[in-house]
Every structure is written in structure tokens, then in C-alpha cells.
């Protein structure tokens, strides 16, 4: 059993193979959290409940016991209004306008397994025998509302979810005004936060900065996860490092608007919180009806931050994505678009895709702007038929003359959006998202469509299946361009507009379950202006995302650097590109760009028909060691080497489970005179085992290789690189 129940002590107490968290009920009423960390036997966690009366500004919920204050208590599910005075985890307004609620233990039960969220996603057992959940029922009596608040464990994969469910089992409508879906109080906050944050095209930088008192959180409003920040905050503590110290992870299984962070109080402890941002959200529940909240996925490990990666990595690869392509290899791509942008017809199409088949490439994906009337960005959004000017012989000819060169075909669509001169928006104006009477602004000269509703829901899963099926199309880059603004619906009444926001996820959600799970050999990639939507909600529909549109192999250090932190080398879509590089006019080699996109799922963007002889062979040489080293790279363990955040040298590498395969990739940005020599420690390997280093008649120890490490070249020149491939012999 990974959940214990102490009935004498009122106890909960959830172990995974080295986690353990526990909490307990005071005075059989208000669950107070315990402990979170490394695995503890048994339930001797009794020396942690110590409650002492600490300040007379401090309220007494219960008369005489002076020792009991909200103000000070850790709560696993934090109210307001009757005396904790930090952030709470919820607010609720009940139809007389109060906000006060009085949220007492009801009830509790263990399952096997792991239940699934009713229209959101959220990571999975395969078995019951891999989880077990606990559900707490809390009820204020005098509204009779529930929040149930569920806690999954999974034993041998070393996470625990958590979420929140609202019932209205009470006469009259009440309105949640926040909904988190987790909050942990920790004891003191000596304790860094960590998270990614960034911009289009510099997407998920690392920052880390030591707790203050008050509150330190980030978020987006923006209607999605975002690429200005992701929804991911770790605690770690102070000194912890990539391979040493506590760290605790949070991130959130959800693609909208969002909010995460730590409060830290009077009493210097610190309260880390994640859920639903409360920013513009309402939601009006009436009696008899349920609100579930989104996941938490809850990760913590004493080996540092790369523990911490690889429990996220393992479990998102094997228990979040799902699908055909979970488990297989993902293949090497060709995409037009910045080899062509719009301007392209069926020949140029078959040219470029002529030199990636005889090069190894295994599938062609064509972009934007095969649709419609789509020249520019500035139309056909919504209007989802083949554009035959371009393409006379519609999809079945391009698809077809791509699969002749042995080539499989992907297609690029943005079905979320439609452009103001679309044929679906003159047809249908109330479709997008919108005020009435209110300018409707535009982004990428598109609106964004109202996902919220169901007829709107039925279109795209009809148009966008049409023409899957019109053609054998084995892969689909499912993009998103802009931002919400003007959040409102047309068919909602003027009491459920804050709804529309989150509404839109459960039906891009409810679209893309649809989709996916009907086209299941079809290999789905989402794309949010590059990486504005690496999210967990969207890996559990689509295996991997395009990383960011910035493709430039120096950029990219870091962006994958920060997007390994919590997801795996299996989501990240990683692609060389031409130079000088279309985002940032950088000029590096094809070898260091190489080695920085074979690092991910592997791929070129531009266009092959001008590639030299010699670069072809370059390619060529690449193509087929990635094919070699995929298994490895996309399914293997990865640990983090040396951070572009800290210096002028990048390091990364896979190891494959049995530690018999491993390859390293080391990157040198600016060349510096006299410079120290140059040794990376490896890790994950097996000390005990030889390995050779592929390509040399070299074998190192891996007790050496990751002790005294290995030596890498003294380069002449900038953005230098070298992938090093070890087998055991
Ligand atoms: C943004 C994506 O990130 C790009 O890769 C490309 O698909 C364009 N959209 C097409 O408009």
C-alpha cells in the first residue's frame, strides 16, 4: 500500500519508492500538512507536528487552544477569511456576497489506480497496480459545498498529483473566484525559487533567486501556458545544485492562463502554490454541479535539479504522452518554412523533398500557407481547402509525389485562429472570441476563435479531420499564433463571461481528444510561435512541441537547456537551419548545428536544394548518426553537464537504461585566447563498465570518464562543438 491511513493519529501518509508525504487531520478537522520529501518508514512523523501559540495577532479557531491558529498552521487546501492570512488556495462567493468559508474534514477514501479528470489531461496509470489515490472530502456545512481535494502517488515513477474538485451540494448558486490546485506550506524559507521564463524565441531562460518575505510568483494572462513564463516553479534548497540537495518541483498539466509561486510569510515559512490564475476568471456553479480543476504534477528529489528533470523526463515520456508514437522512434523531417515561407508551388515542394529522401530525411512536412487564399499572413485562417493555384493537384498529388520519392508527408495547420478575411469569418462573425460592440484587435492580423463554444468545437474537428483523411498525411504540426484579447463569447450569458477563458481550454481539449484519438498513426506536433505553449496539457495530446521559432544553434543552448528542466528530449522538436539564422543573423557551422538539433527530435528547415555538394555529406553523415543514436537521445536518461546560463560552454548528454550506450554533446560559444583546457565529467554511466569511444580505438573507464572526466579539443574558432559516442564494450 502506498497510501497509510493511521486512524489513531488521523494521518495520511502517500510513499512512492523514495518520496514520502504526509499530513494530518487537527482535531479531526483541518488536514495540516506534515512533510514532503525523502521516503520516511512508517508514520513517525509525530515529532514534526509541533504547534506552539506564537503571536496573540494570530487567531484562535478553537477556544482555548491558543496553540491553534490558522495564521501559523500548514494547510494543505488554505482557506481565507476566518484567520490564515496568506494567500489561499481558493475564494468562493456565496449568493448573500460573503466570501467566508469553513472547510472541515467530511470523508476520505483510497483507490487503486489513478482516475482520470473528466476533460482535461492529466498523467495516467496503465495499471492500478502503478498508483494509488486518496480522496479527502472538506465541506463547509453552512453553504454545503465540497472540495474534494485528490492526491495521486505513483510508486515506482516518484511523483504525486495533486487536483481539486468543487461540488455545489447546497440550494444556492455560488461563484469560484479561485481555484488552485495545489498549496504546500513548507516550515522556512531557506529555499531558492527556479523557473523559466522568457519571450518568443528566447523561450524558458532559467532564473533562480533566494525567497524574500512576501510574495514571489509568476504567471500568464495572456489565455495561454505562454512563452513569457511556463507553468513550473521549483523550491530548491539553498546550495542545492544540478546533483545535489532537495528540490521540489511544480508543474501545471494545463495550456491557459495560470499562476505559481511562493508566499513567504511572518514566520519566515513559505507557502508554494499552483493552479487556474484568479486573474479575470469566475466561475458560477449551481447546485448539484461539480468544477474539476487541472493537475499538478508534484516531483521532489535529493539528487539536485537533474534528479528532479529525470523524474519529470521519465514520467511525462511513459505516463502523460500517449499514442502510437509514445514509445516509437520519431523520424528525422524536412519542413519548407523557412525554405520557402508562402512562396511555394507543387514542384518546389517535390524538389526540396527529392534532396532530404536522398539524403535519409523520412518525412516532408509542408507549413503554412497551403490553404485558402494564404499568400502573406494576412488572410484564410478558417478556411481549411487546398489552395490550387499552388497546388493544382490538390493534397492527394503533392502527398502522393512525396511518398513516391519514400518519404511520408506531415502538414502544418493553425486551426484555433480565423484570419478577418477568411470565408469562415465573413460566414460566421460571432465566432471568434469578442465584446460586442468592442473593436476586435488583431495579432498576426488574425482573431483568435471561440473555443468556448461547442458548435464552433464541431467545426474544427470535421474540417480539420476532412483533410486528414482527404490524403495519407503521417504527421500534423498544430500551430498557435497569437494571444487572447477581447475575452468574451457570444453564447454565454453576461453571469458566465469570466468563464470563457478557461471554457476555451476544455473545448481545445475536448477538439483535440477527438482528433488525436481518432487519427492514432498520425505523429501530432504542437506549435505555439515556436515554444509559447510547452506545456504538459498539450504532450498529453501531442508527444512532442516545436521547441521555439529561434533555430540558431547558440540561441538554442539555452532554450533547451531551460525546456529540459521539466520535459523530455522526446517533446522537443530541434531542427538545423540556414545561415546567417532568420532569427538572429548568426552564422555557425552545419556541424555545431547539428549537434545541437540532434539533440532533440532531429530535423532541417531550409531549403536543401542549395546545399553544396559538401554539404551534403555533411548531412548525410548526420543523418545517419542520428538514426544510430535516436533510441538513445530521445528515450535514454539525460543529465545536464555544463549551463549556457553560467558560462561560454554548453555540455549535455544521454545515457541509454542499461548505461551501455551513452553520447555526450559539448559546445564552445566564443572562442577565448589561452583558455584553461577543457574536461567534462560525464554522469549516469556505470562505473564499473568500459566504454569506447565510437570512431577511435579509445576505452575509457566510466569510473574515469566520470571522475576524472574526458578531455575536449582546444578550438580556434567560435560556436565550436563535438559529439562524443560511447558504447560498453
Ligand atoms: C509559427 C511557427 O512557430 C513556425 O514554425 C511556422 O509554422 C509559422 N508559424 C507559420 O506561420
Redesign the pocket.
Known amino acids: 500500500m502506498t497510501i497509510q491511513y493511521d486512524a489513531a493519529r488521523q494521518l495520511f501518509h502517500l510513499q512512492s519508492s523514495s518520496t514520502s508525504y504526509a499530513f494530518e487531520l487537527i482535531e479531526g478537522r483541518y488536514p495540516s500538512h506534515l512533510y514532503w520529501g525523502r521516503r520516511i518508514r512508517g508514520n513517525q512523523l509525530h515529532t514534526l507536528a509541533s504547534r506552539q501559540e506564537r503571536a496573540s495577532f494570530s487567531p484562535n479557531p478553537l477556544p482555548e487552544r491558543h496553540e491553534i491558529s490558522f495564521d501559523t498552521m500548514p494547510h494543505e487546501y488554505p482557506s481565507y477569511g476566518n484567520s490564515d492570512y496568506r494567500t489561499p488556495a481558493f475564494e468562493v462567493q456565496y449568493a448573500n456576497g460573503s466570501t467566508v468559508t469553513d472547510l472541515r474534514y467530511e470523508s476520505h477514501e483510497i483507490v487503486q489506480g489513478k482516475p482520470s479528470l473528466e476533460g482535461l489531461p492529466a498523467t495516467y496509470a496503465e495499471a492500478d497496480s502503478e498508483a494509488d489515490t486518496l480522496r479527502v472530502t472538506l465541506r463547509d456545512s453552512l453553504s454545503g459545498l465540497a472540495v474534494m481535494l485528490t492526491y495521486t502517488v505513483f510508486n515506482e515513477l516518484d511523483a504525486i498529483t495533486r487536483s481539486v474538485s468543487f461540488l455545489n451540494e447546497g440550494v444556492e448558486t455560488v461563484t469560484l473566484k479561485r481555484v488552485l490546485s495545489m498549496s504546500v506550506d513548507f516550515q522556512h524559507d531557506r529555499y531558492d525559487m527556479l523557473h523559466l521564463s522568457g519571450s518568443w524565441a528566447r523561450e524558458r531562460d532559467v532564473f533562480r533567486r533566494s525567497l524574500r518575505p512576501g510574495m514571489q510568483s509568476i504567471e500568464s494572462r495572456r489565455g495561454s501556458s505562454s512563452h513569457m513564463q511556463n507553468p513550473f516553479v521549483a523550491m530548491l534548497e539553498h546550495g542545492a545544485t544540478e546533483d545535489y540537495g532537495d528540490a521540489y518541483g511544480v508543474n501545471f498539466v494545463y495550456s491557459g492562463n495560470f499562476i505559481g509561486g511562493v508566499e513567504v510569510d511572518q514566520f519566515r515559512t513559505a507557502r508554494l502554490f499552483m493552479g487556474i490564475n484568479p486573474f479575470d476568471f469566475g466561475w458560477k456553479l449551481e447546485a448539484g454541479e461539480v468544477f474539476q480543476a487541472p493537475e499538478a504534477v508534484l516531483v521532489y528529489s535529493p539528487d539536485g535539479l537533474g534528479g528532479m528533470s529525470r523524474i519529470y523526463h521519465e514520467l511525462y515520456r511513459t505516463r502523460l504522452c500517449r499514442g502510437t508514437f509514445r514509445d516509437s522512434v520519431r523520424p528525422v523531417l524536412v519542413n519548407n518554412?523557412e525554405a520557402t515561407y508562402f512562396n511555394f508551388d507543387a514542384d518546389k515542394l517535390e524538389a526540396i523533398a527529392e534532396v532530404g529522401s536522398e539524403l535519409g530525411m523520412e518525412l516532408f512536412v509542408l507549413?503554412?500557407g497551403w490553404f485558402g487564399r494564404r499568400n502573406s499572413?494576412n488572410s484564410s485562417l478558417g478556411d481549411w481547402f487546398v489552395d490550387e493555384r499552388k497546388l493544382p493537384g490538390g493534397l492527394k498529388d503533392v502527398v502522393s509525389r512525396v511518398n513516391k520519392l519514400g518519404m511520408h508527408f506531415g502538414l502544418?495547420f493553425e486551426p484555433e485562429m480565423i484570419s478577418p478575411d477568411s470565408e469562415l469569418y465573413r460566414n460566421n462573425p460571432d465566432w471568434c472570441l469578442h465584446v460586442p460592440g468592442r473593436y476586435r484587435t488583431q495579432g498576426r492580423n488574425q482573431l483568435v476563435l471561440d473555443l468556448s463554444r461547442e458548435d464552433v468545437q464541431q467545426y474544427l474537428i470535421d474540417t480539420v479531420s476532412d483533410v486528414l483523411r482527404s490524403a495519407p498525411i503521417t504527421y500534423v504540426?498544430w500551430?498557435m499564433?497569437r494571444n487572447m484579447t477581447e475575452i468574451g463569447s457570444a453564447l454565454l450569458p453576461a453571469d458566465r463571461q469570466r468563464e470563457t477563458a478557461h471554457r476555451y481550454m476544455l473545448g481545445l481539449y475536448n477538439v483535440l481528444e477527438s482528433i488525436t484519438s481518432a487519427f492514432t498513426n498520425i505523429l501530432f506536433e504542437s506549435?505555439s510561435?515556436?515554444g509559447g505553449r510547452f506545456d504538459p496539457g498539450m504532450l498529453y495530446y501531442m508527444p512532442q512541441t516545436?521547441t521555439s521559432?529561434n533555430t540558431d544553434a547558440v540561441s538554442r543552448l539555452r532554450i533547451q537547456y531551460g525546456t529540459s528542466i521539466v520535459y523530455p528530449i522526446s517533446a522537443m522538436g530541434a531542427h538545423v537551419s540556414e545561415v546567417p539564422n532568420h532569427q538572429v543573423g548568426r552564422i555557425t557551422s552545419l556541424e555545431t548545428r547539428g549537434h545541437v538539433a540532434m539533440s532533440g527530435n532531429f530535423g532541417y528547415e531550409l531549403d536543401l536544394t542549395k546545399f553544396t555538394d559538401e554539404e551534403k555529406g555533411i548531412v548525410r553523415e548526420q543523418i545517419i548518426m542520428y538514426k544510430a543514436l535516436r533510441e538513445l537521445v530521445q528515450f535514454g536518461d539525460f543529465y545536464r553537464l555544463l549551463s549556457p546560463f553560467e558560462g561560454n560552454q554548453s555540455s549535455w548528454m544521454s545515457v541509454s537504461k542499461n548505461k551501455r550506450e551513452a553520447m555526450a554533446v559539448y559546445v564552445q560559444v566564443l572562442n577565448e585566447p589561452h583558455s584553461p583546457f577543457g574536461r567534462i565529467k560525464l554522469k549516469g554511466l556505470d562505473p564499473s563498465l568500459n566504454y569506447q569511444l565510437v570512431g577511435t580505438d579509445r576505452v575509457y573507464g566510466g569510473d574515469e570518464l566520470m571522475y576524472a572526466g574526458i578531455a575536449v579539443p582546444l578550438f580556434h574558432h567560435d560556436f565550436a562543438s563535438i559529439l562524443l559516442q560511447f558504447v560498453a564494450e
Open positions: 518554412w507549413d503554412d499572413d502544418w504540426k500551430d499564433n506549435c510561435g515556436g516545436w521559432d
